[in-house]
């Protein structure tokens, strides 16, 4: 039985939404008011910003009581002794029992093995050199999909979620589902060696043998942009998920960042002297701090908001390092037999010497070659690939103890799997966003330069006008009419004190620049060809002189200033 129309009103009147619902909960206590500013609108704008100031400041506060956990560190007794003498079987003895299933061996045929973690860190993906690929929980052991493709495998990546992997595979990368049902065949993606996936961009980024770097709109299917490096074969790509600027590592020691909206690398520089081989940007400070190292066996941290040098480097055994920074800022290093842990101020502090920074943890890996380095996010796991499976070892201090829920939930289930699924494709990032300073947006634009537009307005890309079009942006193109011998007389009174010429002279005068190409496509492009953006920079450059001719005059005292009016507000620009 449907409910009256007056009782439904009823209700509604007497019932209030609980303040966690509101969309607006009511500012704080002691708020200032700002009486003393008589201008309504700008009472309204302070109060309005204090009001918002101090209800930020109360819910960091609340978010800081339910932050409960610690990121700890193994710490010692006395000074004698050394974090990196204990061994796994001392931390897994010490540790709990949950904390203790991250301690794992997978021993299997047909590496080496790379791996790689969802985001959320609960799921896992390994991929075989020999084509074994395998998906899983590895908190709970349940099995994905397993995968003996029988051909060459380079690396693997989820996308948006565990729901789907992509697979750089001998030819083209495939896209899989969760349950291991081949989706879609990449055939612009050609011999990839390397895969990354920008999770607020919905891009999926490869680099491969012939050295092209493509971006993929996995929400779409297109192909955003495709940049040829020209530096040959790449075997190394990485991340900065502070700006999503992708680094790449060549053949011949450099190293080079990239952006989908230019088709020339953002930032190059000369690493290492040999090949580069590891490469990883620290997530923990921002996306400020870089790690290479070269087939040279050296190890270098690099500032990434100046590039002047190196902060740090030291030289390691065993030749190239494969290198991954953790969510607090520890570096694991994959070299040689072993994996070695470092941990942060130390390593991002400058020193002259070449020494190594203090060590904070190792293990023993005798099966070569370490091929992979990954740490699981909010746990102090690190994953090594190796040629005879997979090792996961604890590292006390390097996971981040709280989590994001919105970003990344350990625990979702289904239904908040898909709610944030769909909020990640609402708010999804163009890929003209991505820039190597992310601070761009919201700040005030520089000044421009003489454009070709009218009103300085126009929607294309300075890489895309024409080459006159640029040339006029650039200020080199030649806008001036041809004048005649009077009027460039006239014109150079001021500098000759009236004297005369001789005919030579003028002719010479007269035939200054006729014979380069460039004037004469100009000259070429202006005939019979009315421009209204010509004439409007005609225009703007002639009245760019008159103010010159002006300001000139006053200075040689020919002309009186004019003095201001309190009528020049309405005079027209």
Known sequence: MTPPVESLFVKAQNTTLPKSLRPTSPPPDNVPKHKHVKDLK????????AAHAARSKALV???????????????????????????QADIVQSAGQEAAKGRR??????????????????????????????????QTGTMHAELQLQETCRDITFLQDQSFFAVAQKKYVF??????????????????????????????????NNGFLKYQDTSTGHIVAEHRT??????????????AVLHLGHSNGVVTLWTPNIPHPVVQILAHLGPVVGLSVDPSSGGRYMATSGQDGVVKVWDCRNWKGTVREWTTRGGGAELEWSARGALGVAVGGSVNVYTKPLIQTPHAAKAPPPLYLTHPIPHRPLT???????????????NAGLSSILVPGVGEPNFDSTEADPFENKKARREREVKGLLDKIQPDMITLDPDFVGALAPPTKLTTAVNDTHDIPFARLPRLERLRVQGKADETEIVDDDEDAAEGDGDKNDKPESRAEKEKRKMRGKGKSLKRYLRKQRKNVIDPTAVAIRAKLEKQREEKRVAKAIENGQVEARKPSALDRFRRA
């Open 175 to 208: 896209i899989y589902d969760r349950d291991g049902v081949e989706l879609h065949r990449l055939k612009a993606h050609i011999e990839p060696t390397r895969l990354e996936f920008l999770p607020y961009h919905w891009l999926l980024a490869s680099v491969g």
């Open 105 to 138: 061996e997978l021993k299997l045929d047909g590496g080496p093995y790379r791996s790689r973690y969802s985001r959320n860190g609960r799921h896992l993906a390994i991929v075989g050199n020999m084509g074994h690929v395998a998906t899983f929980d590895w």
């Open 42 to 49: 700008l009472r309204t704008k302070l109060n309005r910003q």
């Open 372 to 386: 992979s380095v990954r740490f699981c996010p909010f746990q102090d796991i690190l994953t090594i690939g190796h």
């Open 230 to 243: 020209k530096l040959g074969a790449c075997h190394t790509l990485a991340q900065n998920k502070h700006n």
């Open 61 to 87: 506060e609340d978010a800081e009581l339910l932050l409960t956990s610690e990121a700890g560190q193994m710490q010692v007794e006395t000074e004698l002794e050394r974090t990196w003498r204990i061994g």
